[in-house]
């Protein structure tokens, strides 16, 4: 009787040793073709090159990469938010911008690749560091009326911002801009971006362009093709034209003396778009110039130091 026990539990034993041999090396086999899997999902993402490789606040980046011929670029996100892309018929390398705003705080954000490859949809992400930047401060002297608003005044400096919003915050696939940026007007740059700004002696909010030294009626240059998307008297900017170069990508120009273009028209790259002037809240004649991207404010003498071309 003892015998046949020792002999079953001997059988048992034995069950459950090849059990977990037969488990063990099923994980591996598992745990190898995942590893086999992602590692070929990686190679989706044949280069990867952000320029530059960090971003500051307000900054902006242009990553450039390739894709192998089996993988199908599908999508790709920064953060919360889709971003466009466009590729070199020559080269067949991809560029995408991103950019983040003043008030982006520091970490890793990811910049995700969504892939489909052999009908199976995966994606790759690589992190992009945000560092903080400090911006000086600028004081300026202006008329008390373009400081304190009545309360008609202040609706429509409400509207006019709401309005700028609502326009820069669209991403259309489609892409305008081809090859290099050129500068609306080649001047000395009187403000830079990111100032902490303060108007008789009261702090607003910082600097969201660049100010450009231009005399009255100085002809001003769409930097790149667009579409005209909003043309609108402001309180404060004057005369301002946004033109939507695609991808999520803005410029605005503001205190304009004139317009030359409407909305909803076709502009080409050194176009005319009006002219400098002294429009709205200002201390005298000069072209503000703004960049928005994915929805920020975003500094462009950055913008034309990764795609400016002087030579158009």
């Not at 911006?135 to 400096?157: D, G």
């Not at 609502?166 to 305008?176: G, H, N």
């Not at 002219?275 to 200002?282: E, L």
């Amino acid at each position: 009787m003892h015998g046949k026990i020792k002999k079953e539990r001997r059988g048992h034993m034995k069950m459950i040793t090849a059990f977990k041999k037969g488990f063990l090396l099923g994980f591996i086999l598992l745990w190898t073709s995942l590893s086999l899997a992602f590692a070929g999902n990686e190679q989706c993402l044949v280069s990867f090159k952000p320029e530059p490789s960090s971003l500051f606040q307000g900054g902006i980046a242009k990553i450039e990469f390739k894709v192998a011929n089996d993988c199908l670029l599908k999508r790709i996100s920064f953060g919360q938010k889709t971003v466009p892309f466009k590729q070199d018929e020559k080269t067949k390398e991809f560029v995408a911008l991103v950019g983040v705003g003043l008030k982006e705080k520091e970490k890793k954000k990811p910049i995700t690749f969504y892939f489909l490859k052999n009908g199976t949809h995966f994606k790759v992400s690589k992190d992009i560091p945000i560092k903080k930047k400090q911006y000086k401060a600028e004081y300026l002297k202006v008329k008390k009326k373009m400081v304190s608003f009545s309360k008609n005044t202040l609706k429509r400096v409400l509207d006019d911002q709401k309005a700028l919003r609502e326009v820069c915050s669209k991403i259309r696939p489609v892409i305008y801009w081809q090859g290099g940026f050129i500068w609306p007007i080649k001047s000395k740059i009187l403000s830079p971006f990111g100032l902490r700004r303060y108007f008789n002696g009261q702090p607003r909010s910082p600097h969201s362009g660049i100010d450009l030294r231009a005399k009255e009626n100085t002809p001003i240059k769409s930097p790149n093709h667009g579409l005209v998307v909003l043309v609108r008297n402001c309180y404060l900017s004057g005369n301002t034209v946004v033109i939507d170069h695609g991808g999520g990508l803005y410029t605005l120009y503001a205190h304009l003396s004139k317009v030359k273009v409407k909305q909803g028209q076709m502009v080409d790259k050194g176009q005319i778009i009006g002219f400098s002037g002294s429009t709205g809240r200002i201390t005298g004649p000069h072209l503000h110039w703004g960049v928005s991207l994915l929805g920020q404010r975003v500094d462009p003498a950055m913008l034309m130091q990764l795609l400016g071309d002087d030579t158009v």
